[in-house]
T-cell receptor
Framework: AQSVAQPEDQVNVAEGNPLTVKCTYS??????LFWYVQYPNRGLQFLLK??????LVKGSYGFEAEFNKSQTSFHLKKPSALVSDSALYFC?????????????FGIGTKLQVIP | DAGVTQSPTHLIKTRGQQVTLRCSPK?????VSWYQQALGQGPQFIFQ???????QRGNFPDRFSGHQFPNYSSELNVNALLLGDSALYLC?????????????FGNGTRLTVT
């Protein structure tokens, strides 16, 4: 069975500092990995994905993520945090079951950027 | 280009009642997935519809059922509502022909069961 772990319920960072939101995964086969962001009372918005290729992927709003196969991790990063980055962040992994794709999400990490 | 739309936005029901939630996928998308997001939790996969059939199902009881129409829109039905069914229900669409495309989410339906 596929799974995603986000070990931190909340991450606090000062505005202008770099941020990291951690994610580890478990899936059979090659992993397709995603990060989404959720603002209050809204659906999830896609930030970036890793399918294959370069281990450092760049996405929306200046976010990037580093894929590490040996550590089965896919940490979200940003060099300089903005107050507007404060939101709920979800890591997700896509796998297959019975020939059809299935996406599993982590529990989410609340990012608080302090002015 | 309209994204994923869900209706209604909010809904209040009483225990034991039945509810139907609706979803229109993003233009060009033929696969619809439903997720339940309880307060403080991540989205939990309910089921996925493709070509008008349920293709995948998560760990949800048979009280949860769905349907997909020829125009790819979808409904989620929940029977015999329980207090624990109170949650944000999210619909997500994707083009079924590629596995690298991200899911596109609607803003959800907030269901409150009293």
């Amino acid at each position: 069975a596929q799974s995603v772990a986000q070990p931190e319920d909340q991450v606090n960072v000062a505005e202008g500092n770099p941020l990291t939101v951690k994610c580890t995964y478990s899936v059979s086969g090659n992993p397709y990995l995603f990060w989404y962001v959720q603002y209050p009372n809204r659906g999830l918005q896609f930030l970036l994905k890793y399918i294959t290729g370069d281990n450092l992927v760049k996405g929306s709003y200046g976010f990037e993520a580093e894929f590490n196969k040996s550590q089965t991790s896919f940490h979200l990063k940003k060099p300089s945090a903005l107050v507007s980055d404060s939101a709920l962040y979800f890591c997700a992994v896509r796998g297959f079951s019975g020939g059809y794709q299935k996406v599993t999400f982590g529990i989410g990490t609340k990012l608080q950027v302090i002015p | 280009d309209a994204g994923v739309t869900q209706s209604p936005t909010h809904l209040i029901k009483t225990r034991g009642q039945q509810v139907t939630l609706r979803c229109s996928p993003k233009s060009g998308h033929d696969t619809v997935s439903w997720y339940q997001q309880a307060l403080g939790q991540g989205p939990q996969f309910i089921f996925q519809y493709y070509e008008e059939e349920e293709r995948q199902r998560g760990n949800f009881p048979d009280r949860f059922s769905g349907h997909q129409f020829p125009n790819y829109s979808s409904e989620l039905n929940v029977n015999a509502l329980l207090l624990g069914d109170s949650a944000l229900y999210l619909c997500a669409s994707s083009p079924g022909s590629t596995t690298s495309s991200p899911l596109h989410f609607g803003n959800g339906t907030r269901l409150t069961v009293t």
